[in-house]
């Protein structure tokens, strides 16, 4: 009979193994094996059409294949991370630049690309340097951009504003008259994908930037806590504040997703004025509702606050996404001609063509011949003019505090925490 | 219930009878080997392997660097670590309420011989082959405030933010698992109803008996045994569930749905603190191994007996 009581007991532990287990053994990515073929591990999203041209491209003429592999949106970085260290780590592998590759850098895990550039210079001298420079660590290159800047725009629906008489808001007290007017037509004024956080933690980010400037979060990312409890960080909280409780939002945004395409169609689909979004969502709509992407999609810069320090034109983001290369891997040669491709005239065009703008220096004259030059002429003219870029805050602290910020982000919007309370949240992040 | 109790205990009191047969060889100690061997390779050997790493500093990279107890304390002051026990005992007790009586019902109904009832069972044992992710995703679209259910039933589901809000999220949760794992222990009930001697309502009609009665004093005693099984593995599966929370909460709103075992792959995956998240881990084996342990004691299911007592 005691017999029963150890089974059951083994049962119950079994059963918590067995979880813990298939998590870690969820690492199914590319292996190089000893075949001559190379793992190109990436973000999926709707611009991977690009990625799977120039895969395409490149088997065509090369002995050594190169094979795409594609990692859902939400779970890419806790992919890379469990797999990078192990047999199955990819060969080449999408990345934020910065602070996202310095662990595997720290690590030696990563195959610096100075000896590749040295045989040809073009790898480096093809992009824009400001870009470039985001995957440099320690004056080493551990990167090639391989996509288009993403700046963050605020998206609208022409028609849906057409019809409440509404102009898209230059400044901050315009998006607050819009909300009301949109709100009396029986639209959400703003669709919002609370259930993936980082959308809602956007608004935070262009807030703050406009009400106090960059200044106040490089300082509390330097350690600064204090600045988190500052005035203009308040400020922008009680503007934050108002426009949640105008229920600008509605009031289910938090079960709504953008990564499931919830948002995204409720922009699309006339249920929404606005969209606070990275410049992906135009690839995004293009490829789930194309008619409303050719007609009615409309796009413009965050609204400016009347007082604020920030500057109109600041603007937050990512500057771009970047190819790195791993140690272990066994075709450097044919990596290095992979990467040439990532400035070449068809990579830029089929970038243009999903609306993403390629930082290569070669970017601009394609342009015109762009299906959408309006768009792309628009975002180029946003990043070379803007003064500051802010990196998303979830990129720019250290991976450790991505749960936390997001946790705050939505306790805020959703009225759990208060002001004070997320003032706490934000003191409590690990800073360098 | 009691007269049935009280008779196993009468039973068991004569030797011979609740055991094994007198005559019958036990079976030897290599029936259990293969399974043994398994068992610790893959069950014993990786939970020490866990322990280990709990008193370690690791974010998946380089080696883990030997930190102590800080794990261990750090978890003890945690807030969001407590009530994510509390989430998880709460979803799992919700489990447990709603599914027994439900499958219990669906158990008997399939074991009786009614027409079409093999097709209406193999149509009900249908959510039991779909993948937790597949199942996630699709109640994820039909939920979906804006185009799913809720939007075409507004008086019932109100602004439909069910998977935003603490209840909605925890009722969503609820629904879900009961509507994949009902057919498993539905399945439980209704072999165990079919194990049920006629004789015995055969008698009870005699005795007048209606179908009520009949339910609730020969099929439901009958069925003890596999209400101790069947709860034990709702709780099992309930201390550990993980997929569908990750596919429709995310843990939210908030820390709301951060149940133990997502905040385990919330510090370690997440967070890249796999020293942090391997001490959830083993506290989630401990609490779940108490309660099973509770069950099986409140239960008396280590002193169980046959149900077939009274019929030679």
């Not at chain 1, 007991?9 to 287990?21: E, F, N, Q, S, T």
């Not at chain 1, 703050?208 to 806590?225: Q, S």
């Not at chain 2, 055991?19 to 080997?33: E, S």
Request: hydrophobic letters at 45%.
């Amino acid at each position: 009979m005691k017999i029963r009581i150890r089974l059951a007991r083994c049962v119950a532990g079994g059963a918590a193994l067995v979880m813990g287990l298939s998590l870690t053994a969820c690492g199914d990515g590319g292996s190089a094996g000893g075949s001559q073929e190379f793992h190109v591990l990436v973000y999926g999203d709707a611009a991977n059409k690009v990625e799977k041209e120039i895969v395409a491209t490149f088997n065509k003429t090369s002995d050594v294949k190169a094979v795409l592999d594609t990692v859902p949106g939400a779970d890419y970085q806790q992919k890379l991370q469990t797999v990078i260290n192990t047999p199955q780590a990819p060969d080449v592998f999408f990345n934020w630049g910065g602070g996202s590759i310095q662990p595997f850098v720290k690590a030696g895990l990563l195959l610096p690309l100075d000896d590749m550039i040295k045989k040809d210079p073009g790898l480096k001298s093809n992009f824009l340097p400001s870009v470039f420079n985001t995957a440099v660590v320690d004056g080493k290159a551990y990167g090639v951009p391989m996509r288009g800047t993403q700046p963050v725009l605020l998206f609208s629906n022409r028609a849906v504003l057409a019809d409440a008489g509404v102009q898209p808001p230059a400044t901050w007290a315009e998006l607050l008259t819009a909300v009301s007017r949109l709100k009396e037509k029986g639209v959400t004024p703003i669709a919002l994908g609370g259930g993936d956080q980082w959308p809602t933690l956007m608004w935070f980010e262009y807030l703050y930037d406009r009400v106090a400037g960059p200044g106040l979060f490089e300082k509390a990312l330097a350690g600064d806590k204090d600045a988190w409890d500052s005035p203009d960080s308040r400020k922008a909280l009680s503007m934050l504040k108002e426009l949640i409780d105008a229920k600008a939002f509605g009031t289910n945004y938090d079960s709504v997703k953008f990564t499931d395409g919830g948002s995204a169609a409720l922009l699309a689909s006339g249920k929404a004025g606005f969209e606070l979004m990275g410049s992906w969502e135009y690839s995004t709509q293009q490829d789930a509702s194309p008619d409303f992407a050719k007609k009615d999609l409309g796009y413009g810069a965050f609204p400016t606050v009347e007082g604020g320090k920030g500057d109109a034109a600041g603007i937050v983001g990512n500057t771009n996404n970047f190819y790195s290369v791993t140690k272990k891997t066994k075709h450097a040669d044919a990596i290095a001609k992979f990467l040439k491709l990532m400035y070449s005239d068809a990579f830029v065009t089929s970038q243009l063509s999903i609306g993403n703008l390629p930082t290569t220096t070669t970017t601009e004259k394609h342009l015109a011949g762009a299906a959408n030059p309006d768009y792309l002429k628009y975002q180029l003219d946003l990043v070379s003019k803007a003064p500051s870029f802010q990196l998303s805050w979830d990129q720019a602290y250290a991976p450790e505090n991505i749960t936390p910020i997001h946790q705050a982000v939505q306790q805020f919007f959703n009225g759990s925490l208060d002001a004070d309370g997320f003032i706490k949240a934000m003191q409590a992040l690990t800073t360098a | 219930m009691t007269a049935t109790a009280s008779r196993v205990r009468r039973a068991r009191a004569l030797p011979g009878r609740g055991g094994r047969p007198p005559g019958v060889a036990r079976p030897g100690i290599g029936w259990a080997l293969p399974a043994t061997l398994f068992f610790v390779l893959f069950a014993l050997v990786p939970l020490v392997l866990v322990a280990v790493l709990s008193f370690t500093s690791w974010s998946g990279l380089g080696s883990p660097e030997f930190a102590g107890l800080d794990n261990w304390t750090t978890l003890f002051h945690d807030p969001v670590m407590i009530k994510s026990l509390w989430l998880s005992v709460l979803l799992t007790a919700l489990g447990v309420a709603v599914q027994t009586p439900l499958s219990i019902l669906l158990g008997v109904w399939a074991a009786g011989p009614q027409r079409n009832r093999a097709v209406l069972s193999a149509v009900f044992f249908v959510p039991l082959l779909l993948s937790a992710t597949a199942v996630s995703v699709l109640w994820r679209a039909l939920l979906d405030p804006n185009f799913g259910v809720p939007a075409q039933a507004r008086w019932l589901f109100g602004d439909g933010n069910l998977l935003g809000s603490r209840t909605g999220a925890i009722g969503v949760l609820v629904l879900v698992s009961t509507w994949q794992f009902t057919p498993l222990h539905a399945l439980i009930y209704q072999g165990a109803a079919r194990a049920v001697p006629v004789v015995l309502y055969q008698a009870a009609a005699i005795d007048g008996a209606g179908t009520v009665r009949q339910f609730f004093h020969i099929t439901l005693p009958q069925l003890r045994n596999a209400i101790i099984t069947s709860v034990i593995l709702m709780v099992v599966g309930g201390l550990t569930t993980f997929d569908t929370v990750l596919i429709l909460t995310q843990g939210g709103p908030g820390t709301d749905t951060t149940i133990t075992a997502f905040y385990m792959y919330q510090k370690a995956f997440k967070g890249f603190d796999f020293g942090a998240g391997a001490a959830i881990a083993l506290l989630l084996v401990l609490v779940a191994t108490l309660i099973s342990l509770v069950v099986v004691r409140v239960s008396g299911y280590d002193k169980m007996a046959g149900t077939k007592d009274g019929l030679s």
